[in-house]
């Protein structure tokens, strides 16, 4: 388990972790989440010591890195993947580590072997690609057969297979009961691999929490409501407290409440369901409203892609959530006030009464 209490590291006048406090348990693959610069690199070096904090502390199983009698078979740590000398043969890297840390041998050849590079060993480390240095790093991390292991964008530069190699090794790592820390920008890779993440943006925790629950609870997960009688079931779904859009497809859209909430409100309703779905959003999704006000850096045109997939035309094709695309990305109107759609919007006739959905409007009177 690792504990990172109230941490605070500055760099000049530049704070890269403020006041940053969270735990990684062991047994689960923990993703380490944050725009670039908010401090995730800084934080995987506080843990093995390799920066000082200001304030706060961390410790390795109980242990600050310092004081560990034997940190390779401690903490293994991929923080940087040419960390070696580019002169150096990839088994003599390997052995010179290992003879260090009294280190047997032949665990250099066994973690040679576990990332694919015993055909490369005898070759000089600086003429791997990125993707073989990566497979070195992680031999070293390997190397002590440590219970913790950091790993900063293990994927970075990894061709498919290797990136599938990775998380399965990620997750048999965790399930042996280590704990496993790893940071990435591959959303859709973190998604596969973590159960639990932690965000962090401009040095600040956002979230920590299971994945499950960071997708479930964003403005992204709505519920797919099908009925002919949209009209009765509107104000009900709004008086509960959902956040209620049309569909481009005839559906109701609610946000805020749960499947369960949705279909007792229709069967209160009396109204017929054809349709009740739970429309997941992305880790991506979740992760880009978490950040979007953190985010330091961001290239031109980007402020669409900050909010998902801002390119999309309204009637585009959607993202694999199920056939929809959060409001803020489909350039949708504002949600729904407390009483029905406002005249005028989608297409909506002026003048439409206050109450439920205006005539003409996607065909929402009529039958789904
Ligand atoms: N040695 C240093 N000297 C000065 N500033 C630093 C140093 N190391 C990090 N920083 C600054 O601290 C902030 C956090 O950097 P860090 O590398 O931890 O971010 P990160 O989350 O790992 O970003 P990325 O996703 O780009 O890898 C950045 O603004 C960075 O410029
Ligand atoms: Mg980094």
Do not use: C
């Amino acid at each position: 388990m690792i504990q990172v209490r109230n941490v605070t590291k500055r760099f000049g006048a530049k704070t890269a972790v403020n006041n940053l406090t969270f735990d990684v348990q062991p047994g689960v693959v923990t993703g380490f989440l944050g725009p670039n610069g908010a401090g995730k690199t800084t934080t995987l070096r506080t843990i093995v010591g390799l920066v000082r904090p200001e304030v706060g502390s961390v410790t390795v199983n109980g242990t600050k890195y310092h004081d560990l009698p034997a940190p390779m078979h401690e903490v293994g740590a991929l923080l940087e993947a040419k960390a070696y000398h580019p002169g150096r043969r990839a088994r003599d890297h390997l052995l010179a580590l290992a003879q260090a840390s009294r280190i047997p041998r032949r665990r250099v050849e066994e973690v040679l072997g576990l990332v694919g590079l015993s055909d490369a060993a005898k070759r000089k480390a600086g003429t791997f690609s990125l993707g073989m240095a990566q497979r070195l790093g992680i031999a070293t991390a390997l190397l002590g057969d440590p219970p913790v292991l950091l790993l900063d964008e293990p994927v970075n530069g990894l061709d498919p297979e290797g990136i599938l190699w990775v998380r399965k090794l990620m997750q048999a790592l965790a399930a042996e009961g280590r704990t496993v820390l790893v940071s990435s920008h591959l959303m859709s890779e973190m998604a596969l691999t973590a159960t639990h993440v932690i965000v962090i943006g401009r040095g600040r925790l956002i979230a920590d929490s299971t994945i499950d629950e960071l997708v479930r609870t964003s403005s992204g997960s709505r519920v797919r409501l099908r009925t002919p009688m949209a009209d009765a079931v509107l104000p009900r779904l709004q008086a509960a407290g959902g956040t209620v859009q049309p569909g481009d497809d005839g559906a109701i859209l609610v946000s805020g409440l749960e499947p369960k909430a949705v279909g007792d409100i229709a069967f209160e309703a009396q109204v017929p369901v054809y349709e009740l779905t739970r429309l997941e959003a992305s880790l991506e999704q979740a992760f880009m409203e978490l950040t979007q006000e953190e985010s330091e850096f961001r290239g031109q045109g980007s402020e669409g892609a900050q909010e998902g997939h801002g390119a999309l035309p309204s009637s585009g094709p959607l993202p694999s959530n199920g056939g929809e695309a959060p409001a803020a990305q489909q350039g949708w109107p504002a949600p729904v006030p407390a009483q029905g759609w406002p005249a005028g919007q989608q297409g909506g006739a002026p003048g439409a009464p206050s109450q439920g959905w205006p005539a003409g409007q996607q065909g929402w009177s009529g039958p789904a």
